[in-house]
């Protein structure tokens, strides 16, 4: 079993940032896949960022040279730093665990980007 426990989000204006984070305890296998997806009022869910445990990443078009996903192995911690937000960002991210045959999903913290 593995849980996840995602923070950071909160009300910013166009052009600012914020640093997501999402705490995984339990069971983490060596092999895995972390990733942040977001869900926006009126919107299916969609992928935004994902690292993989060899360091591999790849994000969404939209996020490109914007938001960065990173790791910190000691602390069984990814972020995701985001930069120059806008509007079109603000959703509900989530943070997802991957591995084989298993999918964990945290609660979600609500990023809002309004003047």
């Known amino acids: 079993q593995v849980q996840l426990v995602e923070s950071g989000g909160g009300l910013v204006q166009p052009g600012g940032s914020l640093r997501l984070s999402c705490a995984a305890s339990?069971?983490?296998?060596?092999?895995?896949?972390m990733g942040w997806y977001r869900q926006a009022p009126g919107k299916q869910r969609e992928l935004v960022a994902y690292?993989?445990?060899?360091?591999?990443?790849n994000y969404a078009d939209s996020v490109k040279g914007r938001f960065t996903i990173s790791r910190d192995s000691a602390k069984n911690t990814v972020y995701l730093q985001m930069n120059s937000l806008k509007p079109e960002d603000t959703a509900v991210y989530y943070c997802?665990?991957?591995?084989?045959?298993?999918?964990?999903w945290g609660q979600g913290t609500q990023v809002t980007v309004s003047s």
């Open positions: 997802n665990y991957k591995t084989v045959g298993v999918d964990y």
């Open positions: 339990g069971s983490i296998f060596r092999f895995y896949t």
């Open positions: 690292i993989i445990s060899g360091g591999s990443t």
